[in-house]
C-alpha cells in the first residue's frame, strides 16, 4: 500500500496527489494494476463507501487479508516502502 501523495512524489510529481487519484480513476475496466491498494494520506480509503469503486477496493484489499478499520488500513503495517526493497 502507499498514498496518493507518495505515489506522486516517487514518480516525481511533487505533490500531485489529486492528480495520481483522477489518473487511477481514469484506468480502463479489467486493468491489472493494484489501484485498490492506493489510499489516502494515513490510510484512509478515500472511495466513499457505498461507491461501485470504494466497495470493490474494500473487497479486494479484504481479499488479500487486509483490515479495513474504521475506513482506514495500517499503512505502517501494510505499506510500500520503494527504498527499503532497493536496498
Known sequence: MTSYGEL???AGLGRAARWV????????EGTRLPWHRVLGAGG?????LGSLS???QRARLRAE????NNNRVDIRRHGW???EANG
Request: glycine content about 12%.
Open 8 to 10: 506522486a512524489a516517487l
Open 21 to 28: 487519484g483522477r489518473t487511477l480513476s481514469q484506468l480502463p
Open 44 to 48: 484512509r480509503l478515500s472511495l466513499p
Open 54 to 56: 470504494g466497495d470493490e
Open 65 to 68: 487479508g487486509i483490515l479495513v
Open 81 to 83: 516502502r520503494p527504498m
